[in-house]
């Protein structure tokens, strides 16, 4: 399996200050990566290097196994992008829209027009000009008009934005489709966890700018993923049982009143043990929960792990 | 090239500009009525030979288009940097060098054929209505014509590079007051009569704002590849 899109060291530097700092990410082709990373973090920027609109202060950016350059301009007929948010023609209608769409990209399937608006669930809207439309609707419009020309890449920043959780759900089914039934490889950012995880087979984490981690989804569910969550009124007492009595040392306290057990497979503790041990202790238990690890566990202790460093 | 300039067409509605341009046609010509009938003091001047006649209005015509072509500069290329959709524009397979020329080259011509036509249309209107009212004290040669003819030539190509100068003021900042606040100075400043005495008289200096308004749009040209887009 190739990639579709390798950087190296990749770093952009606005006005002395480092906004994005020696990124290497590669995306597998096929795929559909999720960029994740709070408001801020360089997700845009980076973005913007890969479809050219900004240019990296150092590093390489490697697209279709070409080295992008200011004059690359072949490659960007293979991809279709929403940058920041999708910008139209606002006082055109959705369709000259489009249409403007297919005549630069060098495109002349009329049907597919219609094809990618019923995709996106985007209908008798074609003649309504897009500034009267909603943000929601605009990023549907916004996610057609990168579709239409089926390019082999596509790259959407933030595309669950100002949407509906049905509008979300369906945006989800979309990307599956397209990566599933077109093979085509996605990009995709967002500041919110829960969606990534359900869509991505790749994760990079990227906090001020800075890739923090580039792992795949199924690495990250067989790891350490599930832990047994005890709330307590003493959590000094537990946790010496717990250490004492049972010899579990893969704890952590979480609070006051909360502590995680995590298990790894078969040395792990049951729950019944942890039970019996902590009554006969004479520790209160206000409850006992058996969780699993989200990604959002997994990207919150990323990144509070690289506060405490800075 | 002609492809893009033909969507640039499209995009914008430019047809409709031609509205404005027979708008501001019909205002010269009222303005120059209104020096013909009724201030008779100030047209005795104005009016004395078929030579400062044209002049006068030539001016106008400059003046109103250099101006008229800094709003297509400010709907066509700094507000497509101003709503960002020049990241849609830059992300096509297409060089941003020609996109930009495509943009500047539609600038060009529109003051170059507005002001040609503007000029020959006015001056010939003036031409017949003299006839029937016989203000000017001259009689018209075909020598005057002629070197009307080339005059009026030259001063559209002028008038079509200078247009371009408002650009660079418009691009510092993507500011659409800055590029039409900067065409009213230009255009102004080339056009006052003082003592029967203009700039552009002096046949170097609309010829150097030309080139210098060619250069403006050949080093942003120049440099469209190697910018960042914010």
Known sequence: MGYILKTSHLTKTFGGQEVVQDVSMKIARGEIYGFLG????????????????????????????????????????????????????????????????????????????????????????????????????????????????????????EPINGLDPVGIKELRDIFKMLSQQFGITLLISSHILGEMEQIADTIGVIRAGRLLEEVAMSTIREKNTEYIELTTNDYKKAAFVLENKLNIRNYKVIDDKCLRIYSDGSDGVSQRDLTKALVQENVDIESLNLKRLSLEDHFLSLIEGGEGVA | MLKLMRLEMKKYKLGGLLK??????????????????????????????????????????????????????????????????????FVYPISRKRIMAAKLTIVFLFTLITVLLSNVLLDGIVMLADRVYGFVPETLTTDMLTAQAFSVLLSSVAAAGISLIPLYFGMRKHSVPFTIVSAVLIASLISQTTNGFNLSQIIAIPVALCLIGILIAYITIRNVDTKDVA
């Open chain 2, 20 to 89: 404005g341009v027979i708008i501001c046609n019909l205002a010269i010509m009222a303005m120059l009525s209104m020096i013909y009938f009724t201030d008779k003091s100030d047209s005795a001047e104005t009016f004395a030979s078929y030579h400062s006649l044209f002049e006068t209005i030539g001016a106008f015509v400059r003046i109103t288009f250099i101006i008229f072509a800094s709003t297509i500069i400010t709907r066509i290329i700094i507000d497509e940097y101003k709503n960002k959709t020049i990241n849609l524009m």
């Open chain 1, 38 to 157: 709070p408001n801020g973090a360089g997700k845009t920027t980076v973005m913007k290097m890969i479809t050219n609109l900004v240019k990296p202060t150092a590093g390489e950016i490697e697209i279709f196994g070409e080295k992008l350059t200011d004059k690359s301009y072949s490659v960007l007929k293979r991809m279709g992008s929403i940058i920041e948010y999708p910008v139209f023609y606002d006082r055109l209608t959705a369709r000259e829209n489009l249409d403007l769409h297919c005549e630069y990209m060098g495109f002349y399937d009329k049907k597919a027009i219609k094809d990618a608006l019923e995709l996106v669930n985007l209908q008798n809207i074609e003649k309504k000009a897009v500034k009267d439309f909603s943000l929601g609707m605009k990023q549907r419009l916004g996610i057609a008009r990168a579709i239409i020309t089926k390019p082999e890449f596509l790259i959407l920043d």
